[in-house]
């Protein structure tokens, strides 16, 4: 049995698809349950669901032999984790944005960025030769240009809505997302059966789209 730790929300519906459909999971876990942990009648799978930073963690840690996560909290806390399958799913994009009329240039005083991303922000801000001072929130990001707070935000980006709403406007592109099957390396050799069979039946889920879409 494979330990499998999962981001809460629409990440973990997605996957949860996914597995389903692969025959690794027999139903969906009872959304009215409290519990965190789902052990699947199969006995193929059992699913650990946290929050979406915290699963590189616990299969960095050994908790999990293996998650689900974006790519962009995988780049984030650069943990040491084998990352063999892009999943196709849970696309969106890092993106810097900032109120309409706003430019990035080289400026007299540091650039003030909102972001949940530090560390992508500031290695951004390097890249490009400029001076950033970088103030880490926990959601809402979209609101710290428009009270003061910051010049400009570095966020999560689907379809733009939520920017457009709130009168901002993405200048950049950071990193392109989608989610990620990872393993710790113990559990990669340690259970290397299982994981091969897990990871060349995700593996086709790619070939099955494009077969569908011809």
């Known amino acids: 049995m494979l330990t499998l730790a999962l981001p809460k929300g629409r990440l973990a519906e997605e996957s949860i698809d996914l597995m389903i459909s692969k025959g690794w999971l027999s139903a969906r ?3 009215d349950s409290k519990e965190l942990i789902y052990n699947d009648p199969l006995g193929k799978i059992r699913i650990l669901l946290v929050r979406s930073q915290d699963v590189a963690t616990y299969v960095e840690q050994c908790a999990a032999d293996a998650g689900i996560s974006g790519w962009d909290v995988l780049k984030e806390g650069a943990y040491d984790l084998a990352t063999p399958l892009d999943l196709g799913i849970g ?3 890092l993106s810097l944005a ?5 430019t990035l240039e080289a400026r007299h ?3 003030r960025v909102a972001t949940k991303y530090p560390n992508l922000a500031r290695e951004f801000f390097f890249h490009k030769g400029l001076s950033c001072e970088i103030f880490k929130l926990y959601g809402s990001i979209e609101l ?3 009270v003061g707070l910051s010049d400009c935000i570095v966020d999560l980006v689907s379809t ?3 920017l457009k709403a709130n009168g901002l406007k993405e200048l950049s592109i950071i990193l392109e997302s989608s989610a990620r099957l990872v393993f710790n390396r113990s559990s990669l050799y340690g259970k290397r059966k299982e994981a091969a069979e897990f990871m060349d039946s995700l ?3 790619e070939t099955d789209r494009s077969i569908s879409e011809k």
């Open 91 to 93: 696309k969106c994009r």
């Open 109 to 111: 005083r540091k650039i």
């Open 98 to 102: 900032a109120p309409e009329g706003y």
């Open 160 to 162: 733009g809505g939520t």
């Open 203 to 205: 593996s086709k889920i």
């Open 144 to 146: 710290a240009p428009l």
């Open 29 to 31: 876990p009872d959304p």
